[in-house]
Nanobody, 126 residues
């Protein structure tokens, strides 16, 4: 079993930055793919970014490319999401998720992720 614990959310003005952290506890050897999803009220959960731990290959949704960076510290079992140039449309609950591996065609499909954190709120004001 794996437990994911997120931190780092908060409120920021447009153009600001935040860094989210997600630490994995338990049998983490079975998960080679860590991702961040977000969900705003009334919308579907959206894949934001993912990273394959073994080779650090990264994946991003188009709307955050060039602004967000996903990274990992394997020694700490922690994945980060550095968010810069934040926009009001980035406002959402952000969730960390884990699965066996990342694949180009399915990294953003929430149903394929077995493990989820409790979420951390990010609010960007204009």
């Amino acid at each position: 079993q794996i437990q994911l614990v997120e931190s780092g959310g908060g409120s920021v003005q447009a153009g600001g930055s935040l860094r989210l952290s997600c630490t994995a506890y338990g049998y983490t050897y079975s998960t080679n793919c860590m991702a961040w999803f977000r969900q705003a009220p009334g919308t579907e959960r959206e894949g934001v970014a993912a990273i394959r731990i073994s080779d650090r290959r990264t994946y991003y949704t188009d709307s955050v490319k060039g602004r967000f960076t996903i990274s990992e510290d394997n020694d700490k079992n922690t994945v980060y999401l550095e968010m810069n140039s934040l926009k009001p449309e980035d406002t959402a609950m952000y969730y960390c998720a884990a699965r066996f591996d990342c694949y180009s065609e399915s990294w953003s499909k929430s149903l394929d992720f077995a493990y989820w954190g409790q979420g951390t709120q990010v609010t960007v004001s204009s």
